[in-house]
């Protein structure tokens, strides 16, 4: 079992940036791939970022966060980092972090075996 906590979110005005973190319990976590997922009131959770596992490099974004959101890991630390930038109003939502089993990242939530509680980013205009 792995254990995901995710902090840093707050409220922030439009173009401005947070940095959120998911740390985890365990290092096995370093091994797995992780992803970012957030949802807004009323829609359906939608995939962010990823990060391969086994110190991985690649990241993979959705298309409405490319250029603006980095995804980075710190092994050292079993934390998986969440950069924003250029925030939007459109970005507010609760953001969870997730790990899989596996090294290979996927953008379907149900692919995930482990989920953190979430944290509340506001976006204001």
């Known amino acids: 079992q792995v254990q995901l906590v995710e902090s840093g979110g707050g409220l922030v005005q439009a173009g401005g940036s947070l940095r959120l973190s998911c740390a985890a319990s365990?290092?096995?976590?370093?091994?797995?791939?992780v992803g970012w997922f957030r949802q807004a009131p009323g829609k359906e959770r939608e995939f962010v970022a990823a990060i391969r596992g086994w110190g991985g490099s690649s990241t993979y974004y959705g298309d409405s966060v490319k250029g603006r959101f980095t995804i980075s890991r710190d092994s050292a630390k079993n934390t998986v980092y969440l950069q924003m930038s250029s925030l939007k109003p459109e970005d507010t939502a609760v953001y969870y972090c997730?790990?899989?089993?596996?090294?290979?990242?996927?953008?379907?939530?149900?692919?995930?075996?482990?989920w953190g509680q979430g944290t509340q980013v506001t976006v204001s205009s």
């Open positions: 365990s290092r096995t976590f370093n091994l797995y791939a």
């Open positions: 997730a790990a899989r089993t596996s090294v290979i990242v996927t953008t379907t939530a149900n692919e995930y075996d482990y």
